[in-house]
């Protein structure tokens, strides 16, 4: 029913009203000549019912001997006519439909993300000189020259991506995060605790050592001072200094783990979507986006011969797989691994790479839902990070500079 009525919306249709005690013998009238009659409605006013706008054209004389009201005339097919003898309204509306074709398949404004004013001027400067000018149309437009083109001549980028969406060409930029300076042999520098420990052993090569064995510090605590006292004098001088502390650390892990798990399996289902791509847009022409629930998505790109090497037009030919989750139950022992190593991994993450692991504690619980682990682990490490020490005349030069 929904399917005629669309029909009858695009082909037109006329609601007519029939008055008097032989609207019924009408109605039988209209049927032996073949009209298709719908909507039949009583009421205080007579009779109302719809017919298509061809039958009602065809049986317009008839219509019009048995006194039939025309109540009101709606379709598609109507407007269509009425505009044939408006050929000016209808030249004027093709051009607009042109003319905004063509302009929203143009970029008409370049905007650079993720830097200051003064840096996407210059980019945009570039691209002007590389004839990247707008207005320009989306074919004129390679994104990966474009890429490659900001890399050469920009070195404070660590990442561009270029796309085009709408009238706006988006340059999205990352800046490269300044180097730490690394400390020369020669500056003078200490050695501070870069976590809080227990200390195992001192090893100083140069500077004043400040801890000794079994001492607890604290992060940013200074171990190793460089600064010494002159033999030849009671003045103290500054230092590179050099050596390895190694601090007993402790890290403390909670873990849990799911006792049953949901996994995405695969079935034998599929379903393909087509879609028509124009200029990096894409317009579906055939098929239903995700048609299922849980799904895997691929697609490929077909080129139709001689129109796609003529013009940016292709066949972008979707499949959804179907996938069914399915739930899953983990034994105790594949659970008590996965939590081991997931641990293990994250304390590589957080120690250096010569730490070795003295002892550990591992506690494992479980309740009706979850595995847990609770673990303490006690590792053997280097401490150390140095820090540069500044004299004071480099101090009071640099605050004078301030000032000024």
Known sequence: MLIFKLVSMLRGYAVIRLKGANSEKIINLLRRKGILMWDVEKNEDGIKLKISYEDYERYKDTIEEAKIETVNKKGLALKVKKLKLRKGFVAGLLILIVCLYIFSSMVWNVEVVGTNSTTAKNIIKVLEQNNVKVPMAHTGIKPKKIETLIYTNFNQFKFVEVYIEGSNLLIFVKEKKPENAEIQGNEPSSIISGKNAIINKVIAKSGQPMVKEGDVVYEGQTLVMGMVKNKNSEEFMMVPSDGTIYGKTYYNFEMKEEKLKNFEVGTDKSKNVY??????????????????????????????????????IAIIKGTYYEHIVKPVEIDENTAKNKMKIDMYDNLLKMC???????????NFSEDDEYFYLRAQIEVIEDIGKKVRLYPIEDINVEKTDDKN
Not at 280 to 308: A, C, F, H, L, Q
Not at 352 to 362: C, H, P, R, T, Y
Request: hydrophobic share 25%.
């Open 352 to 362: 250096n790479q010569n730490a070795k692991v003295l002892d550990s504690s591992l």
């Open 275 to 312: 879609y028509l791509q124009k200029n990096g847009s894409s317009i579906k022409i055939i098929g239903d986006k995700g048609p299922y629930k849980n799904y895997n998505y691929k697609e490929s790109t077909v080129r139709i011969p001689i129109i796609s090497y003529l013009s940016d």
